[in-house]
């Protein structure tokens, strides 16, 4: 059982460099969501989606684009990174119904230097 | 809109000590209740939820929590903590119904519960 699969899991990138986040779940979820984790601020949600074809912005949406083209994969994009978006970045999945879970990814450790 | 605020950032304990992690809620609308757990390195798990009937619900490794409606809380308790419940604990609300809004999941900013032998 897959569930919610992140790739990559670790990556260092330099300011000003692009790069792609992959989150893919085999649930059938309609709702996926990508959070980033830092130190004393708990979980902030950065971009979600509630169907195939459509996105949203969260609280943090600045300096991120996402897309979700298949149902199973959201997609998180930095487009020029900076040292503020040094972070632990999760992604969940969830079903189209309020009493139900999400269900988490493992995360992606990313560092700008 | 709804919030969640869980008011302790920090709760240290000694093993076998009980613990209460407090978690308070805002919301419009009648909602449903979560707790996740996040060991070190990994990534966030359900513990228990509340949806409705009962207001006490029990995870299988010991944790309760009980749903107050009048007070608008969903503390978590356990009467005696191992090492291993050593994480962070974060308290969560969805909405109940649609109502032409969606069901997006809102957290808390999560309590990191150390157990000290």
């Known amino acids: 059982n897959a569930g919610v699969t992140q790739t990559p899991k670790f990556r260092v990138l330099k300011t000003g460099q692009s790069m792609t986040l992959l989150c893919a779940q085999d649930m059938n979820h309609e709702y996926m969501y990508w959070y980033r984790q830092d130190p004393g601020m708990g979980l902030r949600l950065i971009h979600y989606?509630?169907?195939?074809?459509?996105?949203a912005k969260g609280e943090v949406p600045d300096g991120y684009n996402v897309s979700r083209l298949k149902k199973q994969n959201f997609l998180l994009g930095l487009e020029s990174a900076a040292p503020s978006q040094t972070s632990v970045y999760f992604c969940?999945?969830?079903?189209?119904?309020?009493?139900?879970?999400?269900?988490f990814g493992q995360g992606t450790r990313l560092t700008v230097v | 809109a709804q919030s969640v605020t869980q008011l302790d950032s920090q709760v240290p304990v000694f093993e076998e000590a009980p613990v209460e992690l407090r978690c308070n809620y805002s919301?419009?609308?009648?909602?449903?209740l979560f707790w996740y757990v996040q060991y070190p390195n990994q990534g966030l798990q359900l513990l228990l939820k509340y949806l409705s009937g009962s207001t006490l619900v029990e995870s299988i490794n010991g944790f309760e929590a009980e749903f107050n409606k009048s007070q608008t809380s969903f503390h978590l308790r356990k009467p005696s903590v191992h090492i291993s419940d050593t994480a962070e604990y974060f308290c969560?609300?969805?909405?109940?119904?649609?109502?032409?809004?969606?069901?997006?999941?809102?957290f808390g900013k999560g309590t990191l519960l150390t157990v000290n032998p």
């Open positions: 989606s509630v169907g195939e074809g459509t996105t």
């Open positions: 919301s419009s609308v009648s909602v449903y």
């Open positions: 969560a609300v969805r909405r109940s119904y649609s109502g032409g809004s969606n069901y997006k999941l809102t």
């Open positions: 969940a999945s969830g079903l189209d119904r309020g009493n139900t879970e999400a269900f």
